[in-house]
């Protein structure tokens, strides 16, 4: 059993900042990476940022040069730096992660409850 816990959504004016952070927790023998992704209601999920156990990162297009992903992986948390927040960022951000949860080198994704992320404007 893997336990995905996010923290840090909630409302905040245009031009402000949140810190949102996943912490995973339960048997794991590695982890791939961890990123986040957003939904609003009516549209798919997209990808918001994803970051690979060796560094690598990903961001989308939208938000490069806005929001940092970083990884601890000694702790198994990811957490999403959120700068300028324009109510277009407006969604529920769902935490993931890619874990080998047998320690065969065989990864499955992992999803979190997701956390709400309000921007007025």
């Known amino acids: 059993q893997v336990q995905v816990v996010e923290s840090g959504g909630g409302l905040v004016q245009a031009g402000g900042s949140l810190r949102l952070s996943c912490a995973a927790a339960g048997t794991i023998f590695s982890i791939n990476g961890m990123g986040w992704f957003r939904q609003d209601p009516g549209k798919e999920r997209e990808l918001v940022a994803y970051i690979t156990s060796g560094g690598g990162t990903n961001y989308a297009d939208s938000v490069k040069g806005r929001f940092t992903i970083a990884f601890d992986n000694a702790k198994n948390t990811v957490t999403l730096q959120m700068n300028s927040l324009a109510p277009e960022d407006t969604a529920v951000y769902y935490c993931?992660?890619?874990?080998?949860?047998?320690?065969?080198?065989?990864?499955?994704?992992?999803w979190g409850q997701g956390t709400q992320v309000t921007v007025s404007s």
């Open positions: 993931n992660l890619e874990a080998d949860v047998i320690g065969r080198g065989m990864y499955k994704p992992y």
